[in-house]
């Protein structure tokens, strides 16, 4: 799913840009096209947070999650266009504009045109956030706000504050961080309540002083059934600037957050091959360009699933039971958080969390049965 070049062949999924030419053997040596990249459009505008309907001219717009990265700069009504983003990525697009702190979004791309707008949080707005708790900002940890939704999509209400934790790289409180407190009408801190609640049709929360780095949100609540489920959404801060996320609902690839949870003895045919497939087919989107013929040629993932599995076990460190972590088909579509680069064209997996990179794992260390 990502470049392999220690092992000296190239394992590409949705590239930006032109490859070089291929040479066809059965055509004496003459430099072929390449195959077209599999990209979409991300269209939308660049808004204010916290002002409603408020288009932001100027905004300096740019991508990590893919490589190479893209840049733009909003327009006088706050639009923008990235014309080639990879199919089936996760991308984060950063915002930045004086008096604004920078802000991080993040975009889902199956395979059809995205239409999302972005936002920005002003830092006199965050100011007042901190105020409001009776606060100061450390100039040196981030802001950070989740909507909340169930899986139906519908927003998470009732649901105790104490339940809704923001957790470090090892499981832990994230050290410093205060919160959550609810978001009102206006988008604005409300001080008292002790349960989720839904204002302006969404069910938000917001992390004061949140350490950089990778950190996760998690939320314990009850289903409709009277089941405790937990929900664990990645969340990415970085120094001096403000995140939003979004916990649960409808949305992302259509692989990445299995219903029912994970099956406790994947199997290949029935649990991994589907989440292979192009977006379009509920997969993550890697059979887009894994086709004969296309970007990803090396590793054909819309071939029979018997096929796929005998192709991928065929190539060196792709599927490393011995030591499952370092599998090329966990470590290569992995988001590599800045200032790293991503060494493959776009990130599947947001970080270790992913529940989809959860089951692959599972399913090479059992032995990568079909």
């Not at 929360?205 to 780095?213: Q, Y």
């Not at 929900?231 to 649960?248: D, E, I, K, W, Y």
Request: net charge neutral; proline share 8%.
């Amino acid at each position: 799913m990502r470049s392999a070049r220690s092992l000296g062949f190239v394992l590409l999924a949705a590239c930006v840009g032109e490859a070089p030419p291929t040479q066809d053997p059965g055509d004496g040596g003459v430099d072929q096209p390449a195959p077209a990249a599999q990209v979409e459009r991300v269209t939308g505008k660049a808004m204010d947070y916290f002002v409603a309907n408020t288009p932001l001219q100027g905004v300096a717009l740019a991508t990590d999650g893919i490589n190479p990265q893209l840049t733009t700069t909003s327009a006088t009504d706050g639009a923008f266009t990235f014309p080639t983003v990879p199919v089936g990525s996760l991308i984060f697009v950063s915002g930045s504009r004086t008096s604004y702190r920078p802000t991080r979004n993040l975009v889902v791309v199956g395979d059809t045109t995205v239409a999302q707008d972005l936002y920005l949080m002003s830092t006199v707005d965050i100011n007042r956030q901190y105020a409001t708790a009776g606060r100061t900002p450390d100039a040196g940890r981030a802001f950070v706000v989740a909507e909340l939704q169930r899986s139906n999509g519908t927003p998470m209400a009732g649901v105790a504050l104490t339940s809704v934790k923001l957790l470090d790289a090892t499981g832990a409180p994230a050290a410093g961080a205060l919160g959550p407190y609810v978001l009102g009408d206006t988008s604005d801190i409300v001080l008292g309540p002790t349960q989720t609640e839904t204002h302006a049709g969404k069910a938000r929360v917001a992390f004061l002083d949140a350490p950089v780095g990778s950190l996760s949100l998690k939320i314990s609540y009850v289903d409709g059934q009277g089941q405790t489920q937990t929900q664990t959404t990645p969340v990415t801060a970085a120094a001096g600037g403000a995140t939003l996320v979004r916990s649960g609902g409808t949305g992302g690839l259509g692989g990445s957050v299995p219903t029912g949870g994970n099956p406790q003895a994947p199997q290949f045919a029935a649990d991994i091959y589907p989440r292979l497939q192009t977006a379009a087919n509920g997969g993550l989107g890697c059979a887009n360009c894994h086709t004969v013929g296309g970007l990803g040629a090396v590793a054909v993932f819309n071939a029979l699933a018997t096929d796929v599995l005998a192709a991928l076990k065929a190539k060196p460190g792709l599927i490393d039971t011995a030591n499952p972590g370092k599998s090329l088909l966990l470590t290569k579509p992995l988001y590599e958080l800045p200032p790293e680069m991503q060494n493959h064209p776009n990130a599947t997996f947001v970080d270790k969390s992913d529940p989809t990179y959860k089951l692959i794992l599972l399913w090479i260390q059992q032995g990568a049965q079909l």
